[in-house]
């Protein structure tokens, strides 16, 4: 049996944020939406039937607020992993390594994640990141340094580099 999966919405600096709760820990987030009814919108497309507590966000919610602001926050340990698979996972938990204010391109996260002739396959992972803003794919870019493809558009990917002092 599928358990229910909970929702809590963050007003950040960069956005509303969705966060999608199973009962391991954060199994989705939206990208930052201009409104709380986008993210709620965006939350319910990915399952979640039931609003979280605060005290079931277990600080996420602190940290993804600091995430906004451009500074660092480790919120892997609240990742539920739940049907990744290991190369997905290889990939999204070095993109997580990427610091911030910093970007590394598709081939050299796929180097870093065991797989360096699979830049094209970290680009597939990067387009389903279940975790879009905690696991940062707006700081993988193209080999030429150029920005490519983001969910949000370049315009958003581009807004979030600046926001964490990247150079675009």
């Known amino acids: 049996m599928r358990s229910e999966l909970s929702f809590y919405v963050v007003d950040t600096e960069v956005g509303f944020v969705g966060l999608v709760l199973s009962e391991h820990g954060l199994r989705h987030t939206t990208l930052p939406r201009n409104t709380r009814g986008q993210a709620l919108t965006d939350v ?9 507590a605060e005290s079931e966000v277990n600080g996420i919610s602190t940290d993804v607020q ?6 660092h926050a480790d919120v892997s340990q609240y990742v539920d992993w739940a049907g990744v698979t290991p190369f997905q ?19 050299e996260i796929a180097e870093l ?11 597939r992972v990067m387009a389903t990141n279940p975790l879009p803003f905690i696991v940062p794919c707006h700081r993988v ?5 150029t ?17 964490e002092g990247a150079r675009v």
């Open 44 to 52: 319910a497309e990915l399952g979640a039937t039931r609003a979280a």
């Open 89 to 107: 996972r290889a990939v999204l938990q070095q993109t997580m390594r990427i610091p911030i204010g910093q970007t590394r391109s598709y081939g």
């Open 147 to 163: 920005l490519h493809g983001y969910g949000g558009g370049l315009d958003l990917k581009e807004r979030l580099l600046r926001a």
């Open 113 to 123: 994640a065991g797989s360096p002739r699979a830049a094209r396959a970290v680009g």
């Open 66 to 71: 600091t995430l906004g602001t451009g500074r």
């Open 141 to 145: 870019i193209g080999s030429d340094g």
